[in-house]
């Protein structure tokens, strides 16, 4: 019998849930038989553990520029049992090919559709925990699509099960999560479809009525029957860049709630939001309060066309103020290939920031934010300018892997164009890069932020070299840290475990609402600390490229820590509250209407 | 799979090619060790055969050479130049690095080569290397202007400001009307958050060099940074991609070898391709040639040469084609239709070339020749509905509807799946007035794949007729769904917004003329239009929204004036009344046009202040003056609100 939603408050909601013991680390991360953990780095592979997707991304020797760019995944708890479980997205082949002629044959069953895998951790009393996967497809009743990018997560319809808008080349898809196990495909009844090639999309309650909206990034115009021939300089068949196609408007969905029918359905705002206006060709977006004026803005990263800066003015109406705000180009004024994109405090100051990933002989680029909304290109001068130049870069995600309550940085890369150098040496598929990690030294000596380059120091995983593109981040194994679900195009997806974090104390929070027993994306959290400024971090689960991160907050309290915590939190709605006394080196959940009110 | 995919990917995955360096070992002077000079062999299967024939003829001179004794370093040196400059212009960057090394090795007091390191250093990305390699090439020429630009670029990236700034400078005192030393001296500024200094810097690259847009974009920024918001908004609004241009003769001569083997590609896909690819090799030939007409300079010297060398009719015709296809993208068609005409002497079936023409011509308005130019084709291509368009089309310019109408409904039932042709046939019945044709033909276009265009336009034009056949119903529909095709389409969005306010269903109009007015907020009549709804629907608060926005925006027009005061003097909603506000606009609106109408919307405005005495006289005024047998209702009207005003009571409580 299928659970109600407000039972599942009642046993979760009251204060504490997934009690993760204090003392947890990777060597109390027991592998179930066929399942191993190296701990040879910051990040240890888990493999064997069930998770064996496999993107399949279409190649047929045509050079469709799709085939390229997609991998998407997402870390969500759609069985409410406490857990991450991992959704990945699947390609198909083009057109009307036949699957005899894929370069690269699938590795799953036909017909392709996109897997869901439910984690099934187990945590023994001495706190030793064990991860294992099983591949729950079929039984979720997912089927077959269109091409697949990326994923949203978000419980659109407020019934305490987590909900994907997974974006395609082609119809996108509303999945509406059952409760039971299953999902159900709403798209068209729930008016969420846009049938261009959407890539990126985040849920975020933009006006503050209590549903959550879904904003859908459009990538090109492209049609199969106009599929253009790109090459390179030597005359050889290569994959397009952007510019060979149009771009196309985004859509921005508002959520009307529940109907008479029952039904929850989204109307299109696009037009009333002033967005279409602006064609654009997106490729990652990320919700936050940019200018510090309370309300949800969105930030979308482009490729080779300016990145756009939807500033909320009143009356559902949105600016784009990226020009003005630096945050539209590079330092030099140049469009650069936007990709990935994340908005995270990295330097303390209480304000969200933002990082985008670009393509090789570009810069990774980070726009540091003034706290009212305008930036400044710190690429350079925080280090992730020079080690991202011969990089093509993909996924990209703000999180403090060490525990020590500043902002890290993982990058996905992977090429578009073929690498002469692995073409040279006969490469099957000579795309692929290493990816990068990059540590947050915290405030220097002149007073900025800066990084290193800690990939030697990352574990084996990264020296593999793939064709990367999603990075979603989340605590897998609940035990205080900030895992990887790695996404390769035309490979496996990687489960990266955090070896390091654990070390450190931390404080996991679940944020819900109060009428509605959802994860509140877009609650502001603030870690109160004495005599210094509070920490700040989001409830989200967007950013990244084509990923849904873990939607609960988790903030590294460094080796400080001794007691109890105090935690304010910026509800979507505007409203504030404050509690003192949470506990640490554990997960809790605040719901809305819990804490003491502060004005 | 195409030809050029096939070879790659069989190559790639069957493992055929894998590069092998050839070494050629070369008797070195007494006491100089016996060197191996290494001749790069990239991977070469994938690429077009005209490109691989010329790395492989100069790989194989080039080993020839190094294996000849006769031959010293500085003649090896400039061949393994040679084949780097090659391969840089191929974008080959490792083998151009490697045969760079080699030429380094030879001649190492030869700047080109380590400039040439340098700038394929950075370009990979590895900029200390650059640094160092730039560095060298000035120990070789102290003073060039251009490694010291290229050394200040790659030290900023490095976030090394101070070095970077005197590299500029040093640039400066060499060059000091270079716009890109400047542009250099600006960024350095900028990095070290010098923006009182920074500004001059790109003030002056714009004086240099006007045509780099790029730099409003940085002086924008400056500016924003220095407080000034109102210079920097003036520069963001002139920011364009422009860059400013760095004088690189060295690289100048890459740049012409890359436009040289770009050219011969094109003409080498154009010489192999059976059916004419021309967008794509146009659009190589763009892409690669940088600009149109440094291609048409190109093709026409090629023309020439092979003219000399006497080559075959279909060779030349292809140049003539390929010639005319990039003289079209210049908007050049006179000279293009001369090209194509000279295309088609030399190979008449060449069926794009009479596309081409046929199209060139219609746009220069010969449209009888067009036609013959499509009639061609359709000899030859009897199926090619894209040419019978086209014909239709220049058939319909020249008024000869009723041929152009036999010619659609043939291929309407040659090709009825084309929504473009049932659109097309829809267009001319419409015009020529048979409704219930059109709606037919654009009701078969709309059940078929339409494509972004035309779906909006498709419903629209069915919603439009519809209407006029009073088939309200259906034409909401299809407004509608022209809408759902495309929400800011205007023409759909009055139209559904006036229907149904025609049709009573006034909330639902306001919402669509709220959307238009969104679109068109400088469209007096359609905020007037929302407005009205808004009240006709009892949404009088955001009836009082809208209007004050539209005064905002129209500040002196009357019939904004006179609506929002007899709205705040008169709304049935109580609560967005306001006599006093409408006193003031009814006011102004009298003194500026005396009217009766504006008399009465004052005697409104003092009913709702509690001015009673005042709103009685003007009211008065109006009955003795206005009310006549000939206008009852007007008179009824007049009599029953100055009523109302000697009770004391505001206008029209109901």
């Given at each position: 019998m299928k659970l109600p939603a407000y039972v599942r408050i009642t046993v979760f909601g009251a204060i504490t849930v997934f009690s993760a013991t204090a003392v947890c680390c990777a060597a109390a991360l027991a592998a179930a038989p066929g399942t191993a953990v190296a701990e040879d780095g910051i990040f240890a592979e888990l493999k064997g553990?069930?998770?064996?997707f496999v993107h399949f991304n279409?190649?047929?020797?045509?050079?469709?520029?799709?085939e390229i760019n997609s991998g998407g995944g997402a870390l969500l708890d759609y069985d409410n049992d406490g857990d991450l479980d991992a959704y990945l997205v699947q390609g198909r082949m083009f057109g009307d090919e036949a699957i005899d002629k894929a370069v690269f044959p699938p590795k799953h069953p036909l017909p392709l559709t996109d897997r869901l895998y439910r984690n099934d951790l187990k945590v023994a009393k001495d706190g030793t925990r064990t991860l294992r996967f099983t591949d729950v497809t079929e039984e979720a009743g997912l089927k077959p699509g269109a091409y697949g990018f990326g994923i949203a997560a978000g419980d659109y319809d407020n019934d305490g099960w987590v909900d994907l808008y997974v974006t395609r080349l082609g119809s996108n898809s509303l999945l509406r999560n059952n409760g039971d196990g299953t999902f159900t495909d709403v798209t068209k009844a729930a008016r969420a479809d846009d049938d261009r090639w959407s890539v990126p999309a985040a849920f975020v309650d933009f006006d503050r009525d209590g549903w959550l909206d879904l904003y859908v990034g459009n990538y090109l115009r492209f049609s199969f029957d106009k599929h253009k021939i790109c090459r390179t300089a030597t005359g050889a068949q290569d994959y397009c860049g952007p510019s060979a196609y149009p771009g196309v408007p985004d859509r921005l969905l508002r959520n009307r709630g529940r109907g008479t029918d029952k039904a929850v359905t989204f109307e299109d705002v696009s037009a009333k939001a002033g967005m279409l206006r602006e064609p654009s060709k997106s490729l990652g977006v990320v919700t936050a309060d940019f200018n510090g004026d309370g309300a949800v803005d969105f930030y979308v990263a482009n490729d080779l066309t300016p990145n756009q800066m939807w500033i909320q003015l009143e009356g559902g109406r949105f600016s784009d103020e990226a020009l003005l705000a630096g945050a539209a180009v590079n330092a030099n004024g140049k469009a650069e290939a936007s990709m990935g994109v994340d908005a995270g405090d990295f330097d303390g100051d209480g304000d969200d920031d933002l990082f985008m990933t670009h393509l090789v002989r570009e810069t990774n680029t980070l726009f540091l934010n003034d706290g009212e909304g305008m930036f400044e290109d710190a690429t350079i001068e925080t280090g992730l300018g020079v080690p991202s130049w011969s990089h093509t870069s993909w996924g990209s995600a703000w999180f403090d892997y060490d525990n020590d309550g500043w902002l890290e940085m993982m990058i996905a890369n992977g090429a578009v164009k073929i690498i002469e150098e692995l073409a040279n040496a006969g490469d099957p598929y000579p795309f692929h890069e290493t990816n990068q990690l990059f540590h947050n030294r915290g405030v220097s000596g002149k007073g900025k932020v800066g990084f290193e380059d800690v990939t030697a120091q990352a574990g084996k995983v990264f020296e593999l070299s793939e064709v990367s593109r999603s990075v979603a981040v989340g605590d897998l194994d609940n035990d205080g840290d900030h895992d990887v679900l790695l996404v390769n195009n035309n490979g496996p997806a990687r489960l990266l475990i955090n070896t390091v974090g654990q070390d450190r104390h931390w404080v996991g929070l679940r944020l819900l609402g109060k009428d509605v027993?959802?994860?509140?994306?877009g609650t502001r959290v603030a870690l109160i600390r004495p005599g210094k400024d509070p920490l700040w971090r989001r409830a989200r689960s967007d950013g990244s490229f084509a990923a849904a991160n873990d939607p609960r907050v988790l903030i590294g309290l460094g080796d400080a820590a001794k007691g109890p915590v105090e935690i304010r939190a910026h509800w979507p709605d505007g409203s504030v509250e404050q509690w003192r006394d949470v506990a640490i080196d554990r997960y809790t959940t605040l719901k809305q209407g819990s804490g003491r009110s502060v004005p | 799979m195409t030809r050029f995919a096939s070879t790659l990917f069989s190559t790639l995955l069957i493992f055929l090619t894998v590069a092998v360096p050839v070494a050629a070992t070369r008797e070195m002077p007494e006491g100089v060790a016996a060197r191996q000079l290494t001749v790069p062999k990239p991977d070469l299967s994938a690429m077009e055969e005209s490109a691989r024939a010329k790395i492989e003829s100069t790989q194989s001179s080039l080993e020839d050479l190094a294996r000849r004794d006769d031959v010293d370093d500085t003649e090896l040196s400039e061949a393994f130049g040679h084949l780097g400059r090659l391969m840089h212009a191929y974008r080959l960057f490792d083998s151009a690095e490697e045969c760079y090394l080699t030429s380094q090795s030879l001649a190492p007091g030869d700047y080109r080569w380590t400039y040439y390191l340098g700038v394929i250093r950075n370009v990979k990305g590895d900029l200390e290397a650059a640094t160092v390699d730039y560095r060298r090439a000035l120990t070789e020429k102290p003073e060039d202007p251009t490694t010291l630009i290229r050394l200040g670029d790659a030290l900023l990236e490095l976030g090394r400001g101070d070095e970077a700034r005197q590299s500029f400078q040093r640039a400066r005192a060499v060059d000091p009307d270079n716009a890109a030393v400047y542009y250099g001296l600006g960024r350095a500024a900028g990095f070290a958050d010098n923006f009182e200094r920074a500004v001059p810097m790109f003030e002056k690259v714009l004086e240099l060099q006007p045509d780099a847009t790029v730099i409003h974009y940085l002086l924008g920024q400056a500016y924003r940074k220095l407080g000034d918001m109102e210079k920097a908004r003036v520069h963001l609004g002139q920011r364009g991609q422009d860059d400013v241009k760095v004088h690189d003769p060295l690289g100048d001569q890459v740049a012409r070898l890359a436009l040289g083997t770009a050219f011969e590609i094109v003409m080498s896909l154009a010489r192999s391709a059976d059916d004419y690819p021309d967008e794509e090799f146009l659009g190589f030939a763009l892409s690669h040639f940088g600009d149109v007409r440094g291609s048409i300079d190109q093709l026409k010297q090629s023309l020439t040469l092979q003219q000399e060398a006497d080559a075959s009719s279909k060779e030349q015709s292809r140049i003539h084609y390929v010639l005319g296809g990039l003289l079209v993208n210049d908007g050049r068609d006179a000279e293009a239709i001369e090209q194509f005409e000279r295309a088609l002497e030399l190979a008449p079936d060449l069926a794009d070339a009479r596309v081409k023409l046929g199209n060139a011509l219609a746009r220069q308005g010969k449209l009888e020749e067009a036609i013959a130019a499509y009639d061609r084709v359709t000899e030859l291509q009897p199926r090619n509905t894209t040419v019978a368009l086209k014909r239709v089309s220049a058939l319909m310019e020249l008024g000869r509807d009723t041929e152009a109408r036999q010619n659609l409904e043939m291929l309407a039932v040659l090709e009825p799946e084309s929504s473009e042709v049932h659109v097309r046939l829809a267009t001319i019945l419409e015009k020529s007035g048979d409704a219930a044709g059109a709606i037919e033909r654009y009701g078969k276009a709309a059940e078929l794949q339409l494509s972004l265009v035309e779906q909006p336009q498709v419903h629209f034009r069915l919603a439009s007729l519809l209407r006029q056949q009073d088939d309200n119903e259906k034409a909401i529909d299809h407004y509608r769904l022209a809408l759902e095709a495309d929400p800011e389409f205007v023409p759909a969005l009055g139209g559904v917004a006036s229907l149904l306010a025609q049709l009573g269903h006034m909330q639902e109009a306001a919402s669509f003329f709220g959307a238009l007015s969104e679109l068109q907020p400088n469209q007096l009549q359609t905020r007037l239009a929302e407005a009205t709804t808004l009240i006709l629907s009892g949404q009088h608060a955001a009836a009082k929204t809208r209007l004050e926005a539209a005064l905002k925006r129209f500040p002196g027009d009357m019939r904004v004036m006179d609506v929002l005061a007899r709205h705040l003097a008169a709304a049935p909603d109580h609560a967005v009344r306001d006599g006093q506000r409408a006193i003031v606009l009814a006011r102004r609106l009298f003194d500026e046009v005396p009217s009766a109408e504006s008399a009465e919307t004052l005697a409104m405005a003092y009913a709702e202040a509690g001015d009673f005495t005042q709103a009685v006289k003007w009211q008065k005024q109006l009955v003795d003056e206005l009310v006549t047998e000939s206008d009852p209702a007007l008179a009824q009207r007049l009599r029953v609100n100055l009523s109302l005003y000697e009770r004391g009571e505001p206008c029209c409580a109901e």
């Open positions: 553990a069930g998770l064996d279409g190649m047929s020797g045509r050079f469709y520029m799709a027993p959802r994860d509140m994306l | -």
